[in-house]
């Protein structure tokens, strides 16, 4: 595929909406293989996330890079899935573990904040989740905001993808610029609200520190702050992928919101020490994580 078919316009109008009319497991292998031409293509990504994984001191960087711009395109390609997917299309593009998390907590009346990451095809865990009748609320970056440079048709791919998901998983959306007693409110109700622990904006202040792949990751402070005002519970939720298909699983948190929050850290490090392709923080790495040592987890030099 040449590289001007990576073009936003013909990238979200022509190529994806075609493998999406194509059965399941054929459109995700030619996705993957899409992944491999924007490998190619994306020099500018390609080179930041592959500085972010040096510096953590990963082994096979290009490997790394392969993969992840294979789950990237795959992730695309989600994104009309989740328009469309029935229960029994998502009993096959989804394994789910975890659910009876939620159920207690319902059952207890309890409000749930889904500590989640930029990890893996992570809009897949809120669909599996509401294929098995869990409304969701979700807090995100807005589609419109500035500090997301991007292309008219790229954002407008991103407002759609966002709208779809919303439209399945039912729950208040709540954007980083809208009120956000909307999102207490529903937590207080005893509703489930997605949250990413490693999401990143200009304007926040990243004040809390965890130790993060042999150095410190720098976290703001809203999920803690959320937590500790609603009394929701923590859990933490993430996708890892099975060839095409993924695996989503829900973990316990400890109960005390300080606890609870260094434990979810903990659990997207081990991850991302697992699979360190599926993070897609790794460009921000400079931003949010403080190596041990000046030049790097090895010390290379910046």
Known sequence: M???????????????????????????GFAGWVGGRDRRCSDPLARAMGHGLARAGVADVEAALS???????????DAWWIRKLTTTQGTRLM???????LEQQRAAGRGVI??????GRLNLLLLALALKGHRLGMLTMDPDDPDLPMDPTERDFLRAKVTGLHRRIGGPWVTINDDLRRLYRALEAGETV???????????????????LDGTLHVAPGILRVARRTGA???????????????????????????????????????????????????????LWT????????????
């Not at 394994?95 to 998390?101: A, K, M, Y």
């Not at 889904?114 to 990890?119: G, P, Q, R, S, T």
């Not at 190596?291 to 910046?302: M, Q, V």
């Open 2 to 28: 040449p590289c001007w078919l990576q073009q936003p316009r013909y990238r979200y109008r022509v190529v994806f909406p075609a493998l999406a009319g194509l059965p399941m497991p054929l459109g995700y």
């Open 67 to 77: 993969r992840f711009f294979a789950m990237r395109a795959r992730e695309v390609l």
């Open 95 to 101: 394994r789910l573990r975890g659910e009876s998390l």
């Open 114 to 119: 889904l500590v989640m990451a930029h990890y």
């Open 194 to 212: 997605v949250m990413l622990l490693d999401a990143y904006s200009p304007r926040f202040r990243l004040a809390l520190d965890y130790p993060f």
């Open 233 to 287: 519970a923590l859990v933490y939720g993430r996708v890892k992928e099975r060839d095409w298909r993924v695996d989503v699983e829900l973990r316990p948190l400890p109960d005390e919101p300080e606890a609870g929050m260094a434990q979810a850290v903990a659990e997207l490090e081990h991850d991302v020490r697992e699979r360190p392709w599926e993070w897609w923080q790794w460009p921000l790495t400079g931003r």
């Open 291 to 302: 190596p041990a040592t000046p030049g790097g987890a090895k010390g290379e030099p910046e």
